[in-house]
């Protein structure tokens, strides 16, 4: 049978009654793109890259652990919902992002540490303790109570975007400093070399990180920050 025999005949129709478009043009674009024409019992499964997301304030007094997907889902952070895969959804992981944003937390309603100062050299002492946090911690994500992916060392996670930069102002009385976990373009991020992880729904999703301990994972002059834990992939629904 060939592809175009798949698709529901009547769908097609009525698209290209109703927006001017030849039924045959429809069904090359729903093959070739993968999408679909929403409606009814015979919707056609669509593919799409997403990415579920947390953001989690890192605590001003310091942390031994760090928990995602534990929340109700709402906007900046996180969309999912209690870590729970939606109904009539299939996640497909395929790749993991991770970095520790700071300077503000995750609404940036406190901006305690500014980035880009030339009177602070606060920060230069923030990011040191950024980079001993990311290489000396531990990262687990688990589907219920399996673990499905850990590493030591949260380095092994970047999350490209943004800037990377640090530099000292005149006579080192200020610097301006920013650095992402890893070279600061989009794609960059942990790939699974083997087949995606296919995350059912309903399924619960958690992650957490352990810092070696309170010592480590505070961050100088009471500095805020956020995690941001992304996991990419793609999702398949009607």
Excluded at 22 to 36: L, Q, T
Excluded at 72 to 79: I, M
Excluded at 204 to 232: D, E, H, Y
Aim: charged share 10%; glycine share 10%.
């Amino acid at each position: 049978m060939p592809p175009s025999a798949q698709l529901d005949q009547a769908m097609i129709d009525t698209l290209a009654k109703n927006w001017n478009v030849e039924g045959d043009i429809v069904a090359a674009a729903m093959i070739s793109s993968g999408s679909r024409i929403p409606g009814g019992k015979s919707a056609q499964i669509r593919s799409i890259n997403q990415m579920i997301y947390h953001h989690v304030n890192h605590p001003v007094a310091g942390t031994a652990q760090v928990n995602f997907f534990n929340e109700a889902a709402a906007v900046g952070v996180t969309n999912i919902n209690q870590g729970q895969i939606p109904a009539q959804q299939v996640f497909a992981l395929q790749s993991i992002g991770l970095d520790l944003v700071t300077g503000c937390n995750r609404d940036a309603s406190t901006n305690t540490i500014p980035q880009f100062s030339n009177a602070i050299v606060t920060n230069v002492a923030v990011l040191e303790q950024k980079r001993l946090i990311l290489e000396t911690s531990s990262f687990e994500l688990k589907m219920g109570n399996e673990t499905i992916f850990e590493c030591c060392g949260l380095d092994l996670l970047p999350f490209g975007g943004g800037l990377d930069a640090v530099a000292t102002c005149a006579l080192t009385t200020g610097a301006v400093a920013y650095s992402t976990n890893g070279a600061p373009f989009a794609g960059n991020r942990r790939m699974f070399g083997d087949a995606p992880h296919l995350l059912p729904a309903g399924c619960q999703i958690s992650a957490r990180i352990t810092i070696p301990s309170t010592t480590v994972g505070t961050l100088p002059s009471s500095a805020t920050g956020f995690w941001k834990l992304a996991l990419f992939g793609t999702v398949f629904r009607k």
